[in-house]
């Protein structure tokens, strides 16, 4: 039996649905998709690649390659999976998709031993509506590799517009016995007029980023087209360091090697160099209601439309509105007399733009990085390994926040240059460091720590524990924190 490893491509920002995906929070570990499931994307994208099981194959841990900010993020929501095993890999900076897919499939060699494992690759961040028509063209996919182990197959997806926003795959000849055709040629993004004529031509078909193919077929390929990235990856992978948290296992590739890695896409290394090569490319066609969410258009395509066409989140009130997308995240949403509108609406950020123009917000995020604005990366509400704090008000020389501490978790033993906090238990109960002192706190009960002293929160009960904090000083930044000891493994 084939063992078939899953690898979850989960390292993008998707700055194209700022303000609700930030860097900080990015769009995969959102529920987006509009069907009324209460997963996110990242976690429908383990649950449909891991719908590959069957009777003629072994199904390995999946492999989550992501950044290492987001770690606790993954952990988070694979512990709302009982029945997935994963492995994560941390990359220390993001180097595009072709060095990720190098560090699984060497973590894949690794931890199958002696045998060569096909790996079934997916980014994070798609929808699929038909998961039964999903699984059955990975299985065709798979099938392709097995019975040609230099194969490449990949996903191909019927076009229903002229979209300028994807690379296409043209096919050539008939179906083979697994549903598959032969790769004739990948094409950038073209404009309209020339999707048009693909459109009309016929054998042209979006290219979704999903494929199925060996590990050493990879590699192998790899060193062939561009040998620099494969030396690298490669050197990379031998300067590993593993560790484990709740049973999950860490891989981090040395950080310097992979670093000094070139970024570079998947296609552009290997998959478009491969057509009327060694490596056979073939494409099996996926009609199931793919979308990538690249835009806030596109989450208004997938999302449930009312009679006039709009796509409600939140607590919302439209009246005389068409076509448009409303979400609010923590206040009450309305909107008169608009059409063909995006308005979306964050704890610390609102945004409107007109649909047509979606792909622009990217444009916004730029001006954010430019002028070193929090909003561009964090939300006012902040996960942490520990739990989260949200920001409620701030202004010169304080900042109050709400901050939970998980059950059993607790935050790093830290000091502040710059900031005194005072703390105030509103529910659970909390174990507190203060210097030399350990104290337990109760509901209604504070403490106060002064610039420069060592502490920590901790809570060690079963229920959240929740405080409220009042920092005040002369710097308030994020950065003003100076760690001895964190259980996380945070610098």
Aim: with cysteine; proline share 3%.
């Amino acid at each position: 039996m084939a063992l078939v490893i899953p690898v979850i491509l989960c390292g993008g920002s998707g700055t194209r649905l700022w303000p609700l995906s930030r860097s900080g929070f990015p769009k995969q570990f959102l529920v987006l998709s509009g069907d009324g499931s209460s997963q996110s994307l990242f976690q429908q994208a383990v649950e449909r690649i891991n719908s590959v099981a069957s009777s003629k194959n072994t199904l390995g841990n999946t492999l989550v390659v992501t950044n290492e900010d987001h770690r606790f993020l993954v952990l988070d929501q694979l512990r709302e999976m009982k029945s997935v095993h994963a492995t994560l890999l941390l990359e220390p900076v993001g180097r595009n998709t072709a060095p990720a897919l190098s560090m699984a499939a060497f973590c894949a060699q690794q931890l199958a031993h002696d045998q060569d494992p096909i790996l079934v690759i997916t980014p994070a961040d798609q929808t699929i509506q038909n998961s039964v028509a999903f699984t059955k063209a990975l299985q065709d996919c798979i099938d392709v590799v097995e019975e040609n182990k230099q194969s490449i197959a990949i996903l191909g997806i019927t076009p229903t517009a002229p979209e300028t926003g994807y690379g296409y795959i043209q096919r050539s000849g008939a179906k083979d016995q697994h549903n598959a055709f032969v790769v004739d040629r990948f094409v950038e993004k073209p404009d309209c007029q020339t999707a048009q004529s693909y459109l009309a031509e016929g054998g042209y078909l979006w290219n979704s980023g999903m494929f199925v193919l060996k590990a050493s077929t990879w590699l192998s390929a790899l060193e062939e087209y561009r040998s620099d990235i494969y030396k690298a990856s490669e050197k990379a992978w031998q300067t590993q360091s593993e560790d484990q948290a709740d049973g999950v296992q860490f891989i981090r590739p040395g950080k310097e090697e992979f670093m000094a890695i070139p970024s570079e896409s998947i296609d552009y290394a290997v998959i478009e160099k491969c057509p009327k090569s060694a490596y056979t490319i073939k494409m099996v066609e996926l009609d199931a209601g793919w979308n990538d969410l690249g835009a806030w258009d596109a989450v208004w395509q997938v999302g449930k439309q009312d009679q006039d066409g709009n796509v409600t989140s939140g607590d919302t009130l439209l009246t005389n509105s068409k076509n448009s997308l409303v979400h609010a995240n923590s206040r009450l949403v309305s909107a008169v007399g608009v059409e063909n509108l995006i308005i979306v609406e964050t704890a610390d950020a609102v945004l409107v733009a007109d649909r047509k123009n979606s792909q622009d917000v990217k444009n916004i995020v730029n001006l954010l990085e430019s002028q070193r604005r929090e909003e561009k990366s964090l939300h006012r509400k902040v996960a942490r390994p520990w739990g989260w704090y949200d920001s409620v008000d701030e202004g010169e020389r304080f900042k109050v926040k709400r901050i939970q501490v998980k059950p059993g978790a607790s935050l790093s033993l830290q000091m502040h240059h710059h900031r005194a906090e005072h703390w105030i238990v509103v529910k659970g109960v909390a174990e507190v460091t203060n210097g030399d002192q350990v104290i337990t706190l109760k509901e209604n009960q504070s403490t106060y720590i002064p610039r420069g002293q060592t502490h920590r929160l901790s809570n060690l009960g079963e229920t959240p524990l929740e405080i409220i904090e009042v920092q005040s000083g002369g710097y308030l930044g994020e950065d003003d924190i100076v760690r001895f000891e964190d259980t996380y493994g945070r610098n």
